[in-house]
C-alpha cells in the first residue's frame, strides 16, 4: 500500500511493537480517513456526524427494545414454569428440614 501525499510511515511509531504491520496499518487508516472527512465542507461533515449519531442511538434503542427470549408466551409455559417453581421450593424446604435433622442427630450422638 503506498501512502498518499503528505503521509509518511512515522505514523508507525504511535502503536506498540508487538501491534506488528496490522496496528500499524490500522492506526493509519483511522487517521487518513478522520483527515478525509475533515476535508469535508462543514455543513457535510456536520450531517455526517448527526446521521452517524442517529444510527448509533438507533442501534442502541433496537437492542434494547428487542424481544425478550426468557419471557413465556404460551399459558402453558407459564404454568409449568410456576409449576417448577414451586416443585423447586418444596424441594428447597424438605433439603433444608433433612438436614436439620441429620445436625440434631450428630449433636444427640456426640453428647452422649
Known amino acids: 500500500m503506498r ?12 502503536t506498540p511493537a508487538r501491534a506488528g504491520l496490522r496496528g500499524t496499518w490500522t492506526v493509519f ?3 487518513f480517513r478522520m483527515d478525509q472527512v475533515a476535508g ?7 450531517a455526517l456526524g448527526v446521521f452517524l449519531l442517529l444510527f448509533i442511538a ?15 408466551r404460551s399459558p402453558a409455559a407459564r404454568e409449568r414454569a ?13 433439603r433444608r428440614r433433612r ?6 442427630a450428630r449433636r444427640r450422638g456426640d453428647g452422649d
Open 29 to 31: 487508516v483511522i487517521q
Open 99 to 104: 438436614e436439620a435433622l441429620q445436625r440434631r
Open 3 to 14: 501512502l498518499p501525499h503528505g503521509y509518511s510511515a512515522a505514523v508507525s511509531r504511535r
Open 58 to 72: 438507533g442501534l442502541t434503542w433496537a437492542l434494547l427494545w428487542l424481544p425478550d427470549s426468557s419471557k413465556l
Open 40 to 46: 469535508l465542507p462543514p455543513a457535510f461533515a456536520m
Open 82 to 94: 410456576r409449576r417448577r417453581k414451586e416443585s423447586r421450593k418444596r424441594q428447597q424446604a424438605l
